[in-house]
């Protein structure tokens, strides 16, 4: 691993070396789908493979009417199956990056070939064995998203060093092309390099992007500096007649084109477009934390609080005496912070601090990081010995979990605020009160005490409107990342 780093390291340092030239070919669009044939292909024919010989058939050497059918629909299989993740377009680079439509996309294409043999073989009357049937499916199925997420894990891992990035210009209003430029180098796991802007006006964007032309100049700016991607953002297009002559200028010059709508922070599963005559209609449905699907969240919270405590007993066993051993004072900290609706809860926490760490805050108001009513100090003074380790592996929230289990907080949610800070909301940061707050979150997975007020109020507000169970799996198994690799802890 440590070899896989330093390599990575030197091609996002040395972006002109033999090594960096060949695999950034790899970016071109045909060879990365080349690859993604060839590894699909690998997986489709070792699970068959598997699946002949788990069923104890010879496919070499064929003494049986089903294994003369077996050694002759084999090829035909591997073909069959590469032509429906084609078809299903498991293939698509935009799927590639991000989402779960990639997984969807090889999923429905294998159950689609599963059953199309299944019926042909109906149909027919052919003798196709069940129990390799059900193997070569099962194993071929799974193999395939396993590979698919493990080259996604692998691109992460070199974006995150800012190596093979994928050079992008923003197109758009000067103040909408730094909020994308922003979340691109913020999210830079995404893998995309922001070059330039296009916008009308100065020379420079607000945040001091370079402009590379005006909005007029999109296509020769693009063909100017070799760059195969461009973002439109809010402000690009004055009606859908620009939009529509752009979109065919950089279809000819095969050019990807991605537009950001200016409804921004609604999850896909609550959006629905509805062509009506020409105009793509968007449904936004209503979010599920305030409708029927809090009983689904509470059930969920009480049956994995209960769990947690019962595994996380013996470490909070530790922890509490190694904090009585190091000063001799109180184990857990009380704290009166704010839930739901507005509702007052004391907040358990194991003690990080020295005892009078109240007392001393208004003397380190001044070495406040924060730029909102949270205060935030890298190296708090305050802090014990044991405090900053159990902090470091987020640890003193341990106790939160219950909390959880009595219903003042949720496993998963926006952070619990104090009623300090909850004076200071404007009207936006208030609707973070509309859900339990919680052990973890959005806020945790995304940076943690790296990320600015307005970060962590934008992040609260995307988990209130958008709540899905799914996403709380996805934020507890982050978390638990986050927590090991200790980042943005302090």
Not at 13 to 22: C, G, I, T, Y
Not at 46 to 55: D, E, H, V, Y
Not at 290 to 307: N, P
Request: glycine content about 8%; aromatic content about 8%.
């Amino acid at each position: 691993m440590t070899t896989f780093n330093a390599y990575i390291d030197a091609l996002a340092n040395a972006p002109q070396s033999r090594a960096s030239r060949r695999l950034r070919w790899l970016l071109t669009t045909r060879v990365q789908v080349g690859l993604l044939y060839a590894v699909d292909g690998i997986v489709i024919v070792a699970s068959l493979l598997i699946a002949i010989f788990a069923a104890g058939m010879l496919p070499f050497a064929p003494n049986t009417d089903a294994e003369h059918i077996v050694r002759w629909a084999a090829p035909a299989l591997a073909i069959a199956w590469l032509v429906a993740l084609h078809v299903l377009g498991a293939d698509q680079l935009r799927h590639l990056r991000v989402g779960a439509t990639e997984y969807k996309r090889v999923f429905l294409a294998s159950f689609g070939l599963a059953a199309s043999v299944g019926i042909t073989c109906y149909m027919l009357k052919l003798e196709f064995p069940r129990g390799l049937y059900a193997l070569l499916f099962s194993i071929g199925t799974v193999g395939l998203i396993v590979a698919r997420f493990s080259r996604r894990r692998l691109m992460v891992a070199i974006h995150t060093r800012g190596a093979l990035l994928t050079p992008v210009v923003v197109a758009g209003g000067a103040g909408h092309v730094d909020s994308i430029a922003n979340v691109l180098r913020r999210e830079a796991w995404l893998g995309y390099e922001v070059v330039g802007a296009v916008s009308d006006g100065s020379s420079t964007t607000p945040a001091g992007l370079q402009v590379l032309g005006g909005l007029s100049d999109v296509v020769q700016v693009m063909d100017d500096h070799r760059v195969r991607t461009v973002i439109f953002a809010e402000g690009a297009f004055a009606t859908p007649a620009d939009f529509r002559r752009m979109a065919w200028q950089l279809e000819e010059r095969d050019i990807q084109m991605i537009v950001v709508p200016a409804l921004t922070d609604v999850s896909a599963q609550r959006l629905a477009v509805r062509p009506v005559a020409g105009l793509p209609l968007v449904d936004v449905d209503r979010p599920q934390a305030v409708a029927a699907a809090r009983w689904i969240k509470r059930t969920w919270d009480i049956a994995g609080s209960i769990v947690l405590l019962l595994l996380a007993a013996p470490i909070m066993g530790l922890v509490a005496l190694s904090i009585k051993l190091e000063d001799g004072g109180p184990v857990v900290f009380r704290q009166a912070r704010v839930g739901l609706k507005g509702q007052s809860f004391q907040c358990l926490k194991f003690r990080s601090m020295v005892l009078d760490a109240e007392a001393r805050l208004a003397a380190l108001k001044a070495q406040n990081e924060g730029a909102g009513p949270l205060f935030k100090m890298t190296n708090d003074p305050r802090i014990t010995k044991v405090g900053r380790f159990i902090r470091r592996f987020s640890l003193d929230e341990l106790p939160q979990l219950w909390n959880t289990l009595r219903g003042d907080m949720s496993l998963v949610g926006p952070r619990p605020a104090l009623a300090t800070e909850v004076a200071q909301y404007d009207s936006d940061a208030r609707r973070r009160l509309d859900v339990r707050p919680g052990l973890t979150g959005l806020w945790q997975v995304s940076g943690r005490s790296n990320l600015s007020w307005d970060d962590s109020v934008r992040l609260d507000l995307y988990y209130v409107d958008n709540w899905s169970l799914t996403q709380d799996l996805m934020i507890l198994a982050k978390t638990a990342r986050a927590v090991v690799g200790s980042d943005g802890a302090y």
